[in-house]
């Protein structure tokens, strides 16, 4: 079957850093995706990755381990803006994408 | 983000009525989907269009029929539905079903009394 898992809620502080984990099981996989969704919000792309080890963005990071079906979504310096639900995503092999429940992150100061 | 767009935003209906959700993308993108996001669950992908093709039907009741007469409309036609299927429905497009990215639309919160 097909699932992801990762943490329903993570508090953190201004300025800090953040590791939100998220393990998954699938037997397709074309790759993981982080989404950020602000409340009452559309979800919007922060990263794609395909091939192991670690993509920067900006204050943003992502990194994936196909062997472990795991990945991580690392923000740097968080401002208060940066609360929100973070979702993990993997494509399937029919390109569809399956998401987990997400984390919500609040920030505070 | 405006590429998206959907209408309603929020709608109130009884489990008698008809009423239909519109989605429009402006990116010029060729593959659509319908998405349900209920509290404290993921993300459910309902519907796929590639090229106006239906191409993915995800187990859903048939209270819920999609409708794509282009590839910047989408639309979802509601009828005799339940109180569950109170959520937040989602849109999103991207340039086709193998692109990396899905742009997703701000939603329509439907309730069902």
């Known amino acids: 079957g097909q699932n992801i898992d990762q943490p329903t809620e993570m508090t953190a502080t201004e300025g800090a850093i953040v590791q939100i984990n998220c393990t998954y099981q699938t037997s397709g996989f074309n790759g993981l995706f982080w989404y950020q969704q602000h409340a009452g919000e559309a979800p919007t792309f922060l990263s794609y990755n395909v091939l192991d080890g670690l993509e920067e963005k900006g204050r943003f990071s992502s990194f994936l381990s196909r062997s472990k079906g795991y990945s991580y979504l690392l923000l740097k310096e968080l401002q208060m803006k940066d609360s929100a639900s973070y979702l993990c995503a993997f494509r399937t092999g029919a390109n569809n994408l399956f998401f987990g429940t997400g984390t919500r992150l609040t920030v505070i100061p | 983000e405006t590429g998206v767009t959907q209408t309603p935003r929020h709608l109130v209906m009884g489990m008698t009525n008809k009423k239909s959700l519109k989605c429009e993308q402006h990116?010029?993108?060729?593959?659509m989907y319908w998405y349900k996001q209920s509290a404290k669950k993921p993300l459910e992908l309902m519907f796929v269009?590639?090229?106006?093709?239906?191409?993915e039907n995800n187990s859903v009741p048939s209270r819920f029929s999609p409708e794509c007469p282009n590839s910047s409309h989408l639309f979802l036609h509601l009828h005799t539905l339940q109180p569950e299927d109170s959520a937040l429905y989602l849109c999103a497009s991207s340039q086709d079903k193998v692109a990396d990215t899905q742009y997703f639309g701000p939603g329509t919160r439907l309730t069902v009394l």
């Open positions: 990116l010029g993108h060729n593959a």
């Open positions: 269009y590639n090229f106006k093709e239906q191409t």
